[in-house]
């Protein structure tokens, strides 16, 4: 028998093909924004569950959550993290001093320089940078913990056991990464001071005593608390973000290297998003 001839398929209509891709990029847009809604609503539910048992515990007195694993996590977020943050501080500081020296030569202000840094380190760089190393050293460590523990139904485990994983797990880690954020954010004006100040007295011949006298100067309580005020906001946010992360974990060990990633990234967006709220909030009452 011959072949039958087959008749070319018709292509598409551009216009059908045009309806097409506006529909699946709107279907995507909402899977987005549906995704997005999921995230802030999850993370409002498991703030509000956090913040309950913390008062139930620090306040009330009613329940405890174990403090030798709070010490543990203080020392696993904070203590360990005091290398990483010193180093990237010191590194801020001197190329801080460096970029500014021409222009402040320039103008005959080369000891200004100690001012430039004093205040940019206790305003804004020592919090924000402090809380986006932790996010990458400590945020995607809890995220992979917690993640991990999901996989292999520890959680299950807790919640068959009549214990809530918010009790043990969550407000442990939200504890320490708020309170040793603050520790490291005091840690990082201290260190980041001290690079500019290897700069200006070893590089720029700024003298020893003129340096530390203008810091002196320039710094005042505003300053130092302004920046010490933003870190529990930023470790409440690394930890719920992390926290979150870790216990929506799906897919084996692929859901928990996602979740790993999406913690760092999440966690960048948000402190740079807040930290540009709260700086609005200080210029705006003028503190």
Not at 67 to 86: E, N
Not at 119 to 132: D, F, H, K
Not at 196 to 209: A, C, N
Not at 254 to 282: E, F, M, P, Q, Y
């Amino acid at each position: 028998m011959s072949d039958i001839p087959t008749r070319p398929e018709e292509s598409r209509s551009p216009v059908v093909a045009a309806l097409e891709t506006i529909g699946t990029g709107t279907i995507e847009q909402g899977r987005r924004a549906l995704g997005l809604f999921e995230f802030f609503g999850g993370m409002v539910y498991l703030m509000t569950d956090t913040v309950r048992w913390v008062y139930r515990a620090l306040i009330l007195r009613q329940v405890k959550f174990g403090m030798d694993h709070l010490l543990y996590q203080m020392v696993r977020v904070g203590i360990q993290s005091i290398p990483i943050i010193a180093l990237v501080q010191v590194f801020i500081g001197i190329i801080l001093s460096l970029q500014m020296a021409p222009t402040m030569q320039k103008y005959g202000q080369i000891e200004q320089i100690a001012t430039i840094v004093a205040i940019a380190m206790t305003r804004e760089l020592a919090p924000l940078l402090s809380g986006i190393v932790l996010s990458g050293f400590a945020g995607a460590a809890i995220a992979a913990e917690l993640g991990t523990m999901v996989e292999g139904e520890e959680i299950k485990a807790l919640r068959a056991s009549a214990l809530d994983p918010v009790r043990f797990l969550v407000v442990p880690r939200f504890l320490a990464t708020v309170f040793m954020l603050a520790v490291l954010t005091i840690i990082a004006d201290v260190v980041g001071v001290f690079g500019g100040y290897l700069t200006g007295t070893l590089i720029l011949d700024i003298g020893s005593d003129t340096y530390i006298n203008t810091t002196r100067m320039a710094i005042t309580h505003k300053d130092l608390l302004s920046g010490v005020a933003k870190a529990p906001l930023f470790g409440m946010l690394i930890a719920l973000i992390a926290c979150y992360e870790g216990l929506n974990v799906t897919g084996g060990a692929a859901g928990v290297g996602r979740a790993t990633t999406n913690t760092v990234v999440k966690c960048i967006v948000a402190l740079i998003s807040a930290d540009v709220i709260a700086t609005s909030l200080l210029y705006a009452f003028e503190l």
